[in-house]
């Protein structure tokens, strides 16, 4: 819509004001304010969520013997609990009950076996079953099988993710332990894992590995 303006003299409006006998109440706008504009037709596209805003990551480094999963996700998919993203909405596991965010490291696992994931944050600190919360806002959801324990809705999966805006910057380390303090958990035998990372809402990395009891191994590490 447009409109035809005439522009005239504040002084002449507020005397043609005050001989109608109306108040006049005046303010100044600020010069920096933003006028919101409503309507449709020209409105643009509403900001991504802070999660996919700010935050990429550079191409993980694997250590040796993990395999690279390619990536095999349908849009519109099932989202299946299973350690990787099944619907290509760059979040691992919606829906089965565990957090995302701008880093989100999800480990699965088919077996009895006790798997416990560690990720170490850019300041060393660890987030793990017995340290679940970081000063970088890490957090662990539940240690999954935790000494065996089956009493989780879930007992096959570990998820650790940073949901804040922008989680701090460097060098993140993923890495797997295989308990072995009891046969409930050691009994399953050599075990394959499915780990993935997502970055800024976007899968940085899916990988499998075959885990021996006693043994831990530094899957990959990825820096923001
Ligand atoms: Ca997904
Ligand atoms: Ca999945
Ligand atoms: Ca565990």
Known sequence: MSMSRMIVPASTVLALLLTSGCYVRTYHRPPTARVRVSGSAQASAPPPPSSQVTVTAQSPTVATGVTVVEATCTQGAAEECNGLDDNCNGQIDEGCGFSSGNIQVT???????????????????QVYYQHTQAASGGRLDQDARGGCNNAQADNNLENVYW?????????????????????CSTNAGATTFTLSIAVGGQIAGAYNYTIAPGQ????????L
């Open 107 to 125: 480990l699965a696992w088919p077996t009895q076996a006790d798997l416990d994931l560690y990720v170490t944050d850019p300041n060393g600190e």
């Open 216 to 223: 831990r191994v530094d899957v990959a590490s990825f820096q």
């Open 163 to 183: 949901d804040q805006a922008n989680p701090p910057s460097g060098a993140y380390q993923v890495a797997v332990h295989y308990w072995d303090g009891a046969r």
